[in-house]
């Protein structure tokens, strides 16, 4: 358990924070008395959580709608959250995925993944950096990455090949903006069941999974889990916390799985090489419902 208040006065923009891990991370943040800077792109989403933190934690939240693909529209969000006063966290939680085979990914379905998940992510790193570095500020960027990192992922590659790319940074970054008090962190979730999750893996709502051979798809990643069951955002948010605090002060460039020790025995991916056509056609169809 965390001491009370230890982020009290902390200003912490997370983007994705609308949703899901975000969302968790943002609840624990506030109820330790950081203020919260939550950003997305649906603008009702991200409305609707401030209201929940405001009712539960009393939290200060400003809400800044942004697609973190477009670097201009970032480098908006930023002066505009350094409007309100500087930023001592960035956590790079915003992401996109889903499970395809590789050898079909268009262009632009790969656009769709490395977009948001490496290159909103770097710019969002590029604008918090340069502010703290101009302004001597001490900062900490938090990146939520995955086990990918270490095991790769059968496919889901952009989305390994991104999450990979942003522990390089958070690794090459400890590095080159430790000397000036600005800590990079990572974390890689494994398996926690959140809706957006659920739509990038099993686009069928357990259709596909359900449909396909035994032991095919999540269902099975998740048995396969040493510890027998999926995260609880609320543990991943914990140390979350904890990494972005002056608890963590001397760790730095470290990447902390959660994930039960899920990776030490498969990606989560393996038994997705047993479909066949006709389950990779009901994944597609199942898209977006
Ligand atoms: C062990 C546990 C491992 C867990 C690892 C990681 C998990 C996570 O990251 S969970 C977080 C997941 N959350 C999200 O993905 C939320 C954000 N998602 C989205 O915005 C959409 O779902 C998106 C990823 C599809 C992106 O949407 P958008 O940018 O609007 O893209 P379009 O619909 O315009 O499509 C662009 C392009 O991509 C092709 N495409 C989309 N979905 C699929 C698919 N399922 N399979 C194959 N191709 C797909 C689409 O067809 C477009 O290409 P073209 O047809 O060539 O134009
Ligand atoms: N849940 C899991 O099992 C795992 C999750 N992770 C990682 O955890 C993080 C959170 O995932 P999770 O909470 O599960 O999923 P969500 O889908 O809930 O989170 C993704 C968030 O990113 C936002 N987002 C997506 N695209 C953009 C964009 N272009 N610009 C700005 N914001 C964007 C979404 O909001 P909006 O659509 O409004 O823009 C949403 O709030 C991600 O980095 C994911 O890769 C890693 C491993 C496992």
């Excluded at 200003?11 to 949703?19: E, Q, V």
């Excluded at 909103?120 to 302004?135: F, I, K, N, V």
């Excluded at 590095?175 to 990572?186: D, K, L, M, N």
């Excluded at 730095?252 to 056609?281: F, K, Y």
Aim: hydrophobic share 45%; proline share 5%; charged share 15%.
């Amino acid at each position: 358990m965390l001491q009370d208040g230890l982020l009290r006065g902390r200003r912490i923009l997370i983007t994705g924070g609308g949703t899901g891990l975000g969302l968790a991370m943002a609840d624990r943040f506030a109820a330790l008395g950081a203020q919260l800077v939550l950003s997305g792109r649906r603008a009702e989403v991200l409305a609707a959580a401030r209201d929940g933190l405001v009712a539960r934690h009393g939290a200060s939240v400003q809400t800044l709608p942004c697609d973190v693909r477009d670097a201009a529209a970032v480098e908006a969000m930023f002066d505009a959250a350094w409007q309100q006063g500087p930023l001592d966290v960035l956590v790079n939680n915003a992401a996109a995925t889903f499970i395809a085979q590789t050898e079909r990914l268009s262009a632009r379905a790969a656009d769709a993944i490395l977009g948001p998940t490496l290159h909103g992510a770097l710019y969002c790193t590029l604008q918090a950096g340069r502010r703290w570095l101009d302004s001597g500020r001490p900062g900490v960027v938090l990146s939520i990455l995955s086990t990918s990192t270490r095991t790769g992922r059968a496919f889901t590659v952009p989305s390994a090949m991104a999450k990979s790319a942003l522990l390089a940074m958070t690794r090459s970054l400890a590095v080159e903006w430790g000397p000036q008090g600005i800590r990079s962190v990572a974390i890689a979730p494994g398996p926690f069941p959140t809706a957006g999750a659920g739509q990038a893996l099993d686009p069928t709502a357990g259709r596909a999974f359900a449909d396909a051979a035994p032991g095919a798809g999540a269902a099975a990643a998740y048995a396969a889990n040493p510890l027998g069951r999926v995260g609880r955002p609320p543990e991943l948010a914990e140390l979350a916390a904890f990494l972005v605090s002056d608890s963590a002060a001397y760790i730095n460039g470290e990447m902390v799985a959660i994930d039960g020790g899920q990776h030490l025995r498969t990606s989560g991916a393996e038994d997705l090489l047993a479909w066949g056509p006709d389950d990779w056609a009901r994944a597609r169809a199942g898209r977006g419902g």
